[in-house]
């Protein structure tokens, strides 16, 4: 049976190559991506990649996570290379790999991607890439703030005849603003990239990285003698020649948590490696098509259970067809997924695209597959206990976007979506502050989001978003936990000179439940941040205040958010 339907993803590959149309001009091309360049990154005078991603509506991005639409399901990308922790569930990301300064595009895709990138993609795909090293450059920077915050970081690349080399490094200390809430971070980066010819690139990315911090706990059920320490290193070669691209990574990581009060001492092991192959058939300027395969072996060891091993096989292809007569862009693809452990399946991916000078509208369907972590089924924690019994989940996701450019000034955008959810993994807790991650059953996720763009004058740019999210368990008809109804994010940047700079940040999240009953909830906040920013020559000075109001307000996982927090730093670009 799963030989049937991997082999049905590349028939359908073989059909796209006898679909091309006569065409006679140039037609325009709509994506369904929405991009954020290095120019627009730049004017955000931004510190973490949730500065950058918080913008973008329906996208929520934490320091070490994300989602799209409510699901963590988002798979994230540098170069080909995976950013996903493999110890964490989905949406763990490790953002403290991916510098900045160095990206040159940023493509977000919502609720779709499954059917080029494969499983645990059913919130959508986010591509990050840093472009091709081209000159000698880099950066030092340094902060201090309140509660002995202190970073510091170095990046620096050069070009050697055809070969490019590019090194980073990292270090981060917190004490935290609560009791067992601090944390220490290292982390070291290279990358080789080798250019022998127009057709041919070959890139070579390391990355290493060691996190040791509290676990504070709930505050009805604190854990102050709980400790986390992970270490991750990722390893990735992304070679192209001509049509032809093939990525091969690894991507390890260790787990250890200890609570001396309760005698815990667990950790978890897991080893990913993945080889993909992608061959892109480009017919005419109007005609596109796609054809790849993927392997994925997946190793896990650890103190509370036996070794495990798992292997994905999956198969796809993809076609996307423009038309001179009529600004519309077609596009679909099928993906055949063979999993050792999980069920087999066949996800399909179908979108449509009308494209006018100043506005587009888009309707897209897919499915996808998440498949539980290792870390779902058998990290222990203080506060988690496994589940090894965990089945694959399935996302049914439709989507219809509307942007629109009135003017040089004002641009807008409305994305409404369903997502209808199978054996729906969620984390669920008992009275007690003790849970574990579950399948649910069917649950969907329905909502709408709106982008706004506004530039009243040259020297102030505001732009905001806007989230409606009803996330509920379809048999009991009650909310999912941690997925508040409403979510707005507005931004106001002034740059009164060249030299200055000034950002006030608005964040609201409303009221949402914290267990599956419904009978326990967190308050809606509003809190607001401000940040700071001057530049002279090679240098810049700059400051960042959150929570400037001092609010107190729990996170929508009922962990307690942090009080006024301050950092002053200095950069130095070279």
Known sequence: MADKQIFTAIALGIWCLFLNFPTTSTASKGSDAITIT??????MNVNTMADILNRIPGVRCGDTSVSIHGSSKVKVYVNGKPLNDPTATHGGVRW?????????????FKGKGGVSHGSDAAGGVILISTGKITKFKGSVKTHVGRNDVFNAKTNATMLLGKMGLGLSGEYNTDDGYKLNNDKETHRLGGRLEYSPGDAADFILTADYMNDE?????????????????????????LSSFNAVTAKTYLNQGKKHNTDISKGLD???????WGQ???????????????????????????????????????????WSRSFDSLPITLSMGLRGNYNSDFENAVNPELKIIYKKNSWQISASYNRANNTPSFYHRYNETSSTIPNPDLTMETSNNYELGLSMTHSDALSTHVTLFYNRLKDKITYVRNDYGIGQYQNLGEATYKGG??????????QLAINGSYTYLEAKNEKTGLWLTAKPAHRANVDFNFTPTPKLFFNLNLLYTSKNYTNKSNTRSVSQYLIANARA??????FSVFSEIENIADTTYYFVDGLLAPPLLWIVG???KF
């Open 38 to 43: 290095a120019k627009e990154i730049e004017a």
């Open 96 to 108: 403290d790999m991916v510098d900045i300064d160095h990206i040159e595009k940023i493509e977000v």
């Open 213 to 237: 911090r509290g676990l504070s706990g709930l505050p009805d059920f604190p854990t102050p003698f709980s400790r986390k320490e992970t270490d991750i290193s990722i390893f990735s070669l």
């Open 266 to 272: 667990k950790s978890i092991k897991v080893k990913k």
């Open 276 to 318: 993909d192959i992608k061959y892109n058939w480009k017919f005419n300027k109007n005609n596109g098509f796609n054809l790849g395969a993927a392997w994925e072996l997946n190793t896990a060891s650890g103190t509370a259970f036996s070794s495990k091993e798992e292997n994905s096989l999956s198969a796809f292809s993809t």
């Open 449 to 458: 989001d709106l982008g706004i763009n506004y530039r009243p004058l040259e």
């Open 533 to 538: 920013e001057y530049f002279f020559q090679k």
């Open 570 to 572: 200095l950069e130095y």
